[in-house]
């Protein structure tokens, strides 16, 4: 047997050897990381295209757009999903004021979120809520757009912020809002109020399985406040991603930074080098 037969028969057994491994190593389903455009609100107010170009040239995999894109006309949104296109790059889903869930805003919403290919509509913000009863009213108003939405393959969400997490006649209105919305709404989980108020967020990722389709992955310290560095606050993040891909049904997560002593840009370029290495530790 020639040198070079010998390595061509090492060769095919080291493949051969390998082939079986292949189908287990595609099980695991990679998750896409995107960015919550509001972490880049300047830049977006002053070139839209062209920020969303620069987001994914750095490598995010999506974006959320927030509440002004509820102004858009269909024809413009049409424009921006060909720029989305073209980039290869997703929409996963908006954040949304009041207006997108009133019985008049949620046709219009429904239809530029189409447009845009996103997948859940999130309310992040209910406006003026009163007690225990104004809370269940809000669930509610996201039952009956979950129900609207389904038939369109599209879905409700809501997104937690600080109020959410704090005590109210004895229970936290997260709590309620879990409690009282279809199973189908998406609990987009914003890690960082939740770091701030000292509460586990691996607990209520546990609490809520297959409810976590969205995160905003955001870091919290007690010094720098939301201006910390992805990874430098007090985020449990092995833990937090173990959760949210085990129990909490995650499809998408979204990084929002709030600021940094760099620019904008800089700032969210750094969190995704961040959140790689994190995730993948």
């Given at each position: 047997m020639t040198s070079r037969e010998t390595t061509s028969r090492r060769l095919f057994l080291a493949l051969a050897a390998a082939a079986p491994l292949a189908p287990a190593a595609s099980k695991k389903t990679r998750i896409p990381i995107g960015l919550e455009l509001y972490s880049v609100r300047d830049e977006l107010k002053k070139d839209l295209m062209g920020t969303v170009r620069?987001?994914?040239?750095?490598?995010?995999?999506?974006?959320?757009?927030?509440?002004?894109?509820?102004?858009?006309?269909?024809?413009?949104?049409?424009?921006?999903?060909?720029?989305?296109?073209?980039?290869?790059?997703?929409?996963?889903?908006?954040?949304?004021?009041?207006?997108?869930?009133?019985?008049?805003?949620?046709?219009?919403?429904?239809?530029?979120?189409?447009?845009?290919?996103?997948?859940?509509?999130?309310?992040?913000?209910?406006?003026?809520?009163?007690?225990?009863?104004?809370?269940k009213a809000v669930a509610d108003t996201l039952n009956r757009a979950a129900e609207k939405l389904e038939p369109l393959g599209l879905r409700a969400g809501y997104h937690n912020h600080l109020v959410e997490l704090q005590p109210l006649d004895g229970k936290r209105p997260m709590e309620v809002l879990a409690a009282n919305t279809n199973k189908k709404v998406v609990l987009q989980f914003d890690t960082g109020p939740c770091l701030e108020t000292g509460s586990d967020p691996v607990a209520w990722i546990n609490a809520n399985p297959g409810r976590i389709g969205s995160m905003h992955v955001k870091d919290w310290s007690a010094d720098k406040g939301y201006k910390v560095m992805l990874g430098e606050g007090a985020g449990p993040w092995k833990k937090i991603f173990q959760a949210a891909e085990k129990t909490g049904g995650i499809e998408n997560y979204l990084i929002e930074q709030e600021g940094s002593a760099l620019s904008p840009m800089e700032t969210v370029q750094r969190c995704l080098v961040a959140f790689r290495k994190l995730h993948r530790s």
């Open positions: 620069g987001v994914a040239k750095m490598g995010y995999e999506g974006v959320e757009f927030y509440s002004p894109y509820f102004d858009w006309t269909p024809a413009y949104a049409k424009d921006v999903r060909k720029l989305l296109d073209d980039l290869g790059i997703r929409c996963f889903s908006t954040h949304n004021g009041p207006k997108s869930f009133t019985t008049e805003g949620l046709p219009h919403s429904t239809e530029l979120n189409q447009i845009l290919g996103s997948k859940i509509i999130v309310m992040a913000s209910p406006g003026k809520v009163d007690g225990m009863d104004g809370w």
